[in-house]
Nanobody
């Protein structure tokens, strides 16, 4: 059973906005820092953003600062990624992941649980 399930990915036009969601089940969600990663076609998966277990701290990749916002609702066991001013280069499969450890978690191998991903495609 996959404890993380992403949703919200779709085809959008450049300049548009999108909110991705990741619902957790079967793990103590509020104990975990959560992260978003993405993998574009032909490229390695890369870090996008992370949020601490309580939601007070966030950290973003330089490439998305100012356009992406990570947030969480521990009552709903859900983490979100708001993406504004979408660009064609944002086209990727977006993954959420969960970890416990020192802050911040920027590397894939720091995350214990992963979702199966949701596809975001941005047309120019």
């Amino acid at each position: 059973q996959v404890p993380l399930v992403e949703s919200g990915g779709k085809l959008v036009q450049a300049g548009g906005s999108l909110r991705l969601s990741c619902a957790a089940s079967g793990l103590p969600f509020s104990d975990y820092d959560m992260g978003w990663f993405r993998q574009a076609p032909g490229k390695e998966r890369e870090f996008v953003a992370t949020i601490s277990w309580g939601g007070s701290r966030t950290y973003y990749a330089d490439s998305v600062k100012g356009r992406f916002t990570i947030s969480r609702d521990n009552a709903k066991n859900t983490v979100y990624l708001q993406i504004n001013s979408l660009k064609p280069e944002d086209t990727a499969v977006y993954y959420c992941a969960a970890r416990r450890g020192s802050w911040p978690g920027l590397k894939e191998d720091e995350y214990a649980y992963w979702g199966q991903g949701t596809q975001v495609t941005v047309s120019s």
